[in-house]
């Protein structure tokens, strides 16, 4: 008795125990579905991140390029608390040996270079074309001589118009600083010789006189200057090929400062006063420019792209500089910036 439960148990046990085929495909078509649904959703949601993180890269490089150059070209053109010209001011005053050069020329506030691919016109400097990384001069490049630093008041009148500037603090100053003082009546460009009791400006290698025009006054402030050019050069990122970036070149810099990745174009147009309005008559390159006094306005066109080329899922189309639905060879995600800047130091 014993023996026949044994054998319809072991019976009943292999019954239990196993699957058939046609279980068996089933449930291997059912994993594989599941398998190939998981590895679907992740892939789009790897492919969502990608274009996320990549639109959010270039969001950020176009902020920081926009927000440095409408910062650095409304300051040109300072000049005290007359920098707009209303008050009839008289003419700046350069005492500078070499009032015409790249780091002197305080006067030439803005000086514009447009790129052809041959070279610039006007014809770039050999410290805008020397710069590290050098400049592309198939896009333009513009410079411009502003502030470094908050103004300083002086502290007293000086005794001369030769005589040591005092002020309150020499703290941003330093031997071959350039600078500016200035109140609402004139202005006077020089070179910083000595901080020693005052701001010097002795006659010698760095200003051909010391005489700047008049002894100034508790109402003048002095302020240090910077020369800034803004280019578009080799990237420091380019591990998939040939990249440019916006870079900033301050005074003689080494190297110069990187300011956005992955620039596809950088065009500038010059708004014109040509009757002296303080507006704008016509926007026009930099090649077509006479009078660069007469300039108030830069208008900024830059083109940036994502590093990966394949970022988006298919290529997309952008306007730029006056062209719409342009279509681009690749799936990079692109942010067209477009600014009109004014000089607030030349309008009303």
């Not at 998939?240 to 596809?264: D, H, K």
């Amino acid at each position: 008795m014993s023996s026949g439960f044994a054998k319809r148990y072991r019976r009943a046990g292999s019954v239990s125990a196993g699957f058939s085929l046609i279980e068996l495909l089933v449930a291997t078509a059912i994993g594989a579905l599941v398998t190939l649904l998981i590895a679907t959703v992740f892939a789009n949601n790897s492919k969502t991140n990608e274009v996320s993180q990549a639109s959010n890269e270039v969001q950020e490089q176009a902020a920081v390029a926009l927000d440095m150059l409408q910062r650095d070209l409304r300051m040109a053109g300072y000049s005290g608390c007359n920098s707009n010209r209303m008050l009839g001011s008289g003419a700046l005053v350069n005492t500078s040996a070499a009032p015409t050069g790249y780091l002197d020329a305080v006067g030439a506030y803005l000086q514009g270079h447009e790129g052809s691919g041959a070279g610039f016109d006007p014809t770039a400097p050999a410290e805008v074309t020397g710069a590290s990384p050098a400049p592309i001069d198939t896009f333009d490049a513009v410079t411009v001589r502003i502030p470094a630093a908050e103004p300083v008041a002086l502290s007293g009148t000086m005794g001369s118009a030769t005589a040591t500037i005092p002020v309150y603090s020499t703290a941003d100053y330093a031997v071959g600083t350039r600078a500016l003082i200035s109140d609402c009546a004139q202005s006077a460009a020089f070179v910083v010789t000595s901080t020693a009791g005052g701001l010097m400006h002795a006659a010698g290698a760095l200003n051909a006189t010391a005489d700047l025009g008049r002894a100034y006054g508790i109402d003048a402030s002095v302020v240090p200057m910077q020369t800034v050019t803004y280019y578009v050069g080799a990237s420091s990122y380019a591990p998939l090929g040939t990249e440019q970036s916006l870079w900033r070149r301050v005074n003689m810099a080494g190297t110069s400062e990187e300011v956005a990745e992955g620039v596809e174009e950088f065009q500038l147009l010059y708004g014109i006063d040509t009757n002296d309005d303080r507006s704008a008559d016509v926007f026009d390159t930099a090649d077509n420019v006479a009078d660069w006094s007469q300039v108030i306005a830069v208008r900024a066109s830059l083109l940036l792209h994502s590093k990966s080329p394949n970022a988006a899922r298919n290529p997309q189309s952008f306007d730029f500089n006056g062209q719409t639905d342009v279509v681009p060879a690749d799936q990079r995600l692109r942010r067209p910036l477009n600014a009109t800047i004014l000089l607030r130091n030349r309008t009303p």
